[in-house]
């Protein structure tokens, strides 16, 4: 099985800003996260002018919004060094071909497909041709388009896929659980959740279930501008957010078997019950159900062992509240 990983989903949420992406992967990394990534659009290879903003950001033209965040090739490769740096796996999702083919020439490791291009199977087959390791987001796909997508990437890739719902935030109601388990016994490979709720309990929860990636939109701070920030988490709760799935993962890894009570052998001793004489018992009493009482510590016969003893005789006496022991009676 892969190592369980975090994705901080950084985006386009430094605006354009170098520096700001910088330090958005040094956060991810202080908090927590196993892998960075962001998003690399080329307008003229993905949009007609025709393309609509999302409903949740119509500030600027999509045009003017991916040419004023880009990066040169020079910045992309200095971003992937310094997240290796911070050891960081460095993940980008291309949104065209030219995006993989610029990609390609930095030499990053692994690909996302986002899931707007799930049924862009001429950009899968790309990276199907590429070999490299890629996580399927399939937030509006149907099950015969992820099939597609998994027929194509599957065949040379070494692929994860995320139970996703592309909406803004996404409502607990649709985020999809019941996907998880079906996802591993449709394709088996590694599952994960691509979450956009804005709290905890979706990928917690994802992860108890058998997820072993969970992607999350990081932020500086809610009220920045853009299109991602007012559904992303900051990195306050980030650091909680990745506490709290390591947490599980070892929680959910770590199996119990509860006929072994090898643990809690001395703690059964201080809070469970032994069988103890209800009163001063002469030799030769006959135990009844009124010649016995149950008190702790559990040293002694155990509570569970009543019905053993009723009818037994005693080979002494005992004074009240003692602990009997099988040596206390006649064979």
């Known amino acids: 099985m892969k190592q369980n990983k975090i994705i901080a989903e950084i985006g386009s949420v430094h605006d354009g800003s170098f520096g700001n992406a910088k330090k958005l992967i040094e956060e991810s990394a202080n908090a927590g996260a196993d892998v960075v990534k962001f998003q690399l659009h080329i307008f003229e290879e993905e949009s007609t002018s025709l393309a609509p903003n999302p409903a949740y950001f119509s500030d600027e033209t999509r045009r003017d919004y991916f040419e004023r965040t880009s990066f040169t090739k020079n910045q992309w490769a200095e971003l992937k060094e310094l997240s290796e740096a911070f050891g960081l796996e460095f ?29 862009n199977l001429p950009l899968l087959q790309k990276l199907s041709n590429i070999g490299k390791p890629v996580i399927l987001s399939t937030g509006m796909s149907t099950w015969d388009e992820i099939d597609a997508a998994v027929a194509i990437l599957s065949k040379n890739c070494d692929l994860t896929v995320l139970q996703c719902s592309s909406l803004y935030p996404c409502p607990n109601k649709h985020v999809g659980l019941n996907i998880i388990k079906e996802m591993k016994d449709r394709y088996g490979c ?29 932020t500086f701070s809610q009220a920045m501008y853009g299109s991602d920030a007012s559904h992303s988490m900051n990195f306050k709760d980030f650091t909680l957010f990745c506490s709290m799935m390591r947490d599980t993962w070892s929680m959910s890894e770590n199996m119990v078997d509860k006929d072994d009570d090898s643990l809690y052998m001395n703690i059964k001793q201080v809070f469970e019950k032994s069988i103890v004489a209800s009163t001063d018992l002469k030799e030769n009493t006959v135990i009844s159900i009124s010649t016995m009482s149950y008190k702790k510590p559990g040293t002694g016969i155990s509570a569970s062992k009543y019905r053993d003893l009723i009818g037994k005789k005693l080979s002494k006496s005992v004074k009240k509240d003692s602990l009997f022991s099988w040596d206390d009676f006649y064979e």
């Not at 291309?94 to 799930?118: C, D, M, Q, R, T």
């Not at 979450?195 to 992607?215: I, K, M, N, P, R």
């Open 190 to 218: 590694d599952v994960g959740l691509s979450d956009h709720t804005l709290g905890f309990s979706a990928s917690v929860a994802a992860a108890a279930l058998g997820a072993t990636v969970v992607e999350k939109h990081v």
């Open 91 to 119: 993940l980008v999702s291309p949104f065209s071909i030219k995006a993989i083919e610029s990609l390609e020439e930095i030499g990053v490791n692994e690909y996302k497909v986002p899931s707007g291009e799930v049924s």
